[in-house]
């Protein structure tokens, strides 16, 4: 007689099935703790719901390799500023594939001015600065080609030169204004030499290069600029997001740095931001500056940065300094202690992440990287609450007509049924609750379609269970052994199914733009969950129920009546009876 194997369960076992409904119960406890304290009980709803508009922005380029995700990321973060410049308060951008970009505005704002600004590409200038001022709006301007007062003004360069070596001027003395670190000084890897000059400029310095013919630099200020820069309040959001619309590279501006701490009267553009050929954060090793950003120019961008640079090292602070000017808004504004070339390196109290900020927008500003508005859409929050008290009616009647399909053909097992579905409802409304905060997923129609949808996915599992039940009572079994038999069966067909489902949901939220990977996404999320409540708790419910009499026992109302299966009765072994021979004579 062969020794029972060891360590193993028999074949038809039921393993463990309170231990799985605990596993499920605590999840739903764990999700629901998370909601109270995240403070989030309800789903963010998307801008479909809440009111406003919706810009999908696909973007192009004709530059191979323009198109990636640090410049994505920078995009996003410049669409940020515009939107919540407009001071829209919940304004959102997101990433959504390779290169599409999905702002969402919520109600309260001029939606045609917030569609003109995000879809405007990035304009980035180097223009000199005229003066700098502190941000108090009754500061008067300070004088045309005169230092400024303002506390923020930098130290007098340093007044030394060599030609052929990497030379920097003496570091800024003046405390940081500006949101991000402001940079002290500028370096050349290598300066070139100095040319003739006829026409000095207002302020020389030892160190600087003689300006050519007619290239001495503008540092007046008209009296309408002087006025608007003293009435000039960069602390509002709205006000430095409206500065400058229409004004022309060629316009004298006023500007504000990006946190409003300062404001600027800054001259004509002197280079476009995209005769950067590149920009780079990278830790001097060797100078011992901690982190800078390096700039290289182009042939025009060159030459247009050597003769701005060399008219602005032969001023006095403010005017030896020239601003970075992203979308009109001050990025940096360093000053200038000799004449730099086409490579240069901007340092100063720099952080990784902040001079790894500072070269990503240079780098944007010099990739011919535009937008196309792919989809605009404008939804009230009428139409949208209107919408969704339409689909949760739709909801409710194709949930309660699953419901009734299930207590007229399955009965008792409807129980079953019908609390998978509550289980599988509060797991799904737990998670999107928590994904809102988490990763700004938000709840909008297509999600509520899907959401429908998975009704009928989650219902297709059960019967799935439930007839492969069925067929194990209809070969004469008792219902453990049919529920333990009836499992791997049912089991093999339901993740075939959820696959396929959650497979088509992954494409569709892979090639799709806009709201229709809400859709997809909460068809594939929804399609995980159904294999969880299966596995966890419609499975081990069962399998309790199955200990049951009202089950095991075949009551008519418990959905497994055998009369009604028609279940043929088991095979009893019998003797067959002896064949009679009949004896011949001889």
């Not at 004709?62 to 995009?75: F, L």
């Not at 940079?183 to 100095?194: F, G, Q, V």
């Not at 409710?396 to 053909?409: I, P, R």
């Amino acid at each position: 007689m062969a020794a029972p194997k060891r360590g193993r369960r028999p074949s038809g076992s039921q393993g463990y099935p309170g231990r799985a409904l605990a596993v499920i119960l605590l999840a739903i406890v764990a999700l629901t703790g998370g909601m109270f304290l995240s403070g989030h009980t309800t789903p963010r709803l998307g801008i479909d719901l809440a009111g406003g508009t919706s810009i999908t922005l696909t973007a192009k380029s004709d530059q191979v390799g323009a198109i990636n995700k640090t410049n994505m990321e920078t995009a996003k973060s410049i669409i940020d500023r515009r939107v919540n410049g407009l001071g829209v308060s919940e304004a959102e951008s997101q990433i959504q594939g390779d290169r599409n970009i999905i702002v969402n505005i919520p109600k309260g704002t001029n939606a045609a001015q917030a569609e003109q600004q995000v879809g405007t590409t990035a304009q980035l200038y180097f223009r000199p600065v005229l003066t700098e001022v502190a941000n108090t709006p009754a500061t008067p301007a300070s004088p045309s080609g005169s230092p400024s007062g303002s506390p923020s003004s930098p130290a007098s360069p340093s007044a030394s030169a060599s030609t052929g070596a990497k030379v920097s001027g003496s570091p800024s003395a003046s405390a940081s204004t500006q949101g991000r670190a402001v940079t002290d000084a500028l370096k050349a890897s290598s300066t070139p030499s100095a040319t003739a000059s006829g026409a000095p400029s207002p302020n020389p310095s030892p160190s600087a290069s003689t300006a050519a013919p007619g290239s001495a630099l503008d540092t007046s200020i008209p009296e309408d600029l002087q006025a608007k820069l003293a009435a000039l309040d960069c602390s509002d959001a709205k006000t430095r997001a409206n500065l400058n619309l229409k004004a022309k590279p060629t316009d004298k501006i006023v500007a504000c740095n990006q946190d409003g701490t300062a404001k600027y009267a800054l001259g004509p553009a002197a280079v476009d931001g995209k005769n950067v050929s590149k920009a780079a954060a990278q830790f001097d090793t060797q100078g011992g500056n901690g982190w800078v950003v390096t700039l290289n120019f182009d042939g025009a961008g060159s030459k247009a940065f050597s003769k701005i640079t060399s008219q602005l090292s032969q001023q006095q602070p403010p005017n030896n300094q020239f601003a970075i000017v992203l979308d009109n808004e001050v990025v940096s504004a360093p000053s200038v202690n000799q004449t730099l070339s086409g490579s240069a390196e901007i340092y100063g109290s720099f952080t990784q992440e902040s001079s790894e900020e500072l070269a990503n927008v240079l780098s944007y500003g010099s990739l011919p990287l535009t937008f196309d508005k792919s989809d605009v859409t404008k939804v009230s929050a009428a139409v949208g609450g209107e919408q969704l008290h339409g689909g949760l009616i739709a909801g409710g009647v194709g949930l309660a007509l699953v419901v009734l399909y299930l207590v007229a053909y399955y009965r008792g097992l409807s129980f079953v049924a019908i609390l998978s579905l509550i289980v599988s409802a509060i797991l799904t409304y737990e998670i999107m609750t928590l994904l809102g905060p988490a990763i700004g997923f938000a709840l909008n129609l297509p999600a509520v379609c899907g959401a429908i949808v998975a009704i009928g996915i989650t219902a297709d599992s059960f019967i799935v269970f439930f007839e492969r039940i069925r067929d194990e009572l209809r070969e004469g079994r008792s219902l453990q052994p049919a529920v333990a038999r009836g499992w791997p069966r049912a089991r093999r067909t339901i993740l075939v199914s959820d696959f396929v489902s959650f497979l088509s949901a992954a494409v569709l939220f892979v090639v799709s733009v806009g709201k229709v990977q809400g859709f997809a996404f909460t068809l594939g999320l929804t399609t995980l969950l159904d294999v969880a409540v299966v596995f966890l708790f419609t499975k081990p419910l069962m399998t309790i129920l199955a200990r049951k009499k009202f089950y095991a026992g075949g009551h008519p109302w418990s959905g497994l009546d055998p009369r009604a299966l028609g279940v043929n009765p088991p095979l009893r072994r019998t003797r067959r009876p002896a064949a009679r021979t009949d004896v011949k004579e001889a």
